[in-house]
């Protein structure tokens, strides 16, 4: 839960501080960040 709260608080401050007038670009930095954090929690949170 806490992993997931970390991602949503990430994603939003680098909305608001970066790309608040960039819909394009926002996306893209969106999906970007929840890859990072997909293989994060795959490659060390993931239990075997």
Same mark, same amino acid.
């Given at each position: 839960?806490?992993?997931? @709260? !970390? @991602?949503? !608080? *990430? %994603?939003? /401050? *680098?909305?608001?501080?970066?790309?608040? =007038? =960039?819909? @394009?670009?926002?996306?893209i %930095?969106? *999906? /970007?960040?929840?890859?990072v954090? !997909? !293989?994060?929690?795959?490659?060390?949170?993931? =239990?075997?």
């Amino acid at each position: 839960m806490l992993y997931v @709260l !970390a @991602l949503v !608080a *990430v %994603v939003v /401050g *680098v909305d608001v501080l970066f790309f608040r =007038h =960039h819909s @394009l670009e926002r996306l893209i %930095v969106n *999906v /970007g960040i929840v890859m990072v954090f !997909a !293989a994060f929690y795959l490659v060390f949170l993931k =239990h075997p």
